[in-house]
C-alpha cells in the first residue's frame, strides 16, 4: 500500500499502471498511451465542491499524441471518449489512493457536456474531479463530478461519474 501522498508524479502514476503502487488485484491505472494524464498536482478526502474529496490531474498536449492522426485526418482533435476515460481513471485512482481494496471499473456517467475541443494547439489539459459520494463497503464505490480545462476554457462537464472496485479469486 502506498502513502497517502497529496501529488504523485509521472513516474508515480507509471507504477500505478504496473499495479506496484497499491498492491496486485487493486486500483490500477492503464499505462500509456491510454494513461491520459501526466501527473496528479492535487489529491485530498476533504476537499472538492461536496467536501469528499478532490483530485486534479494536468494532460501536457503534444502535436503528435497518438489520437491526433486518426481523430479526425486533417480535423485533429481528441476523442471525447478519451476525456471521460480520464475521469473514470482518476475516480478509480481515488478509490485506490482511499485505501479500498479491488480492481477499477467504470460503472457509468450520469451527464456529459462537450463545450470546447481539445486541438494539437492546446497546451494542457487540467482534469479537475470532485468526489460526490465514496461508498467502501462489500460495495466499493466513487461517484464523482469532472470539469475538464482545456488550457483556460471549459472543455468538458460531467456530472454523476461512477466507478467500481471489485475483487474476484480468478
Known amino acids: 500500500m502506498s502513502e497517502r501522498q497529496n501529488s504523485y508524479s509521472y513516474e508515480e502514476i507509471l507504477s500505478c499502471g504496473r499495479g506496484e ?12 498511451p491510454m494513461l491520459m494524464f501526466d501527473r496528479i498536482t492535487t489529491i485530498n478526502d476533504d476537499g472538492g465542491e461536496h467536501g469528499k474529496g478532490q483530485i486534479i490531474a494536468e494532460y501536457d498536449i503534444k502535436p503528435d499524441l497518438w489520437f491526433f492522426d486518426c481523430h479526425f485526418e486533417g480535423d485533429p482533435v481528441m476523442p471525447g471518449c478519451l476525456g471521460l476515460d480520464a475521469v473514470w481513471q482518476m475516480t478509480g485512482f481515488f478509490l485506490g489512493w482511499t485505501g479500498a481494496l ?3 471499473r467504470a460503472l457509468g456517467v450520469g451527464e456529459v457536456k462537450l463545450k470546447s475541443m481539445i486541438t494539437p494547439s492546446v497546451k494542457k489539459v487540467t482534469y479537475k474531479v470532485d468526489m460526490k459520494r465514496v461508498i467502501n463497503r462489500r460495495l466499493v464505490m466513487g461517484v464523482s463530478d ?7 476554457d471549459v472543455a468538458f462537464e460531467i456530472k454523476d461519474m461512477k466507478v467500481g472496485l471489485f475483487q474476484s479469486d480468478s
Not at 146 to 152: E, L, P, V, Y
Open 102 to 104: 479491488g480492481r477499477g
Open 21 to 32: 503502487l497499491f498492491g496486485p488485484g487493486n486500483a490500477q491505472l492503464p499505462l500509456p
Open 146 to 152: 469532472g470539469i475538464i480545462m482545456a488550457d483556460d
